[in-house]
């Protein structure tokens, strides 16, 4: 599969609950490498995502349509793009795929006047930093940031101004 073969289709192009249900289903497979535990990867896919917020995830598919990757995000009132979640599936790992889903995420959050975009991980993880580093994000430590003795790391890039 090459790059250019794969399409990103919004969530609000699928259906929301079937979509929800096939991604939690291959949890394990998307997250597999993950420092999360299977509670805390299952936590990530509120509900909320797919059928509220919707407009703002997006679906990778290949040209067989099989699912490659995904992306969560939302943008908050103070127009902070946040990404709440991003899994490429390991079959195809290292192609892009995470990179082109957050470029889709941060022009839909941009065109609604976001100012930056974020990303929490662990601290430590490599594939998050390396990511970040792809998207041109940049680390910052965030001591007790998922409460006390739970650091993390928020990855921020900004975003041009909206033009009107």
């Given at each position: 599969?090459t790059?250019?073969?794969?399409r990103?289709?919004?969530?609000e192009?699928l259906s929301?609950?079937a979509?929800?249900g096939?991604l939690?289903?291959?949890?394990?497979?998307?997250w597999a490498g993950s420092?999360?535990?299977?509670?805390?990867i299952?936590?990530?896919?509120?509900p909320?995502?797919?059928?509220q917020l919707?407009?703002?995830g997006?679906?990778a598919?290949t040209?067989?349509?099989?699912?490659a990757?995904y992306?969560?995000g939302?943008?908050?009132?103070?127009?902070?793009?946040?990404?709440q979640?991003?899994?490429?599936?390991?079959?195809?790992?290292?192609?892009?795929?995470?990179?082109?889903?957050?470029?889709?995420?941060a022009?839909?959050a941009?065109?609604?006047g976001?100012?930056?975009?974020?990303g929490?991980?662990l601290?430590g993880d490599?594939?998050?930093a390396?990511l970040?580093?792809r998207f041109?994000?940049?680390a910052?430590?965030?001591?007790?940031?998922?409460?006390p003795?739970?650091d993390?790391v928020?990855f921020?890039?900004?975003?041009?101004?909206h033009q009107?």
């Amino acid at each position: 599969m090459t790059e250019d073969r794969l399409r990103l289709v919004g969530f609000e192009e699928l259906s929301a609950g079937a979509l929800l249900g096939r991604l939690l289903a291959r949890r394990a497979e998307f997250w597999a490498g993950s420092a999360l535990d299977d509670a805390s990867i299952t936590g990530l896919h509120d509900p909320v995502f797919f059928h509220q917020l919707g407009g703002f995830g997006a679906l990778a598919l290949t040209a067989d349509d099989e699912d490659a990757g995904y992306l969560l995000g939302v943008v908050s009132a103070d127009r902070l793009g946040v990404v709440q979640a991003v899994a490429v599936h390991p079959d195809h790992r290292g192609r892009g795929i995470a990179v082109r889903l957050l470029g889709r995420f941060a022009g839909l959050a941009g065109g609604v006047g976001a100012r930056v975009v974020q990303g929490v991980a662990l601290p430590g993880d490599p594939a998050a930093a390396v990511l970040a580093a792809r998207f041109g994000a940049h680390a910052a430590p965030s001591p007790g940031h998922a409460g006390p003795g739970a650091d993390r790391v928020v990855f921020t890039r900004a975003l041009p101004p909206h033009q009107a």
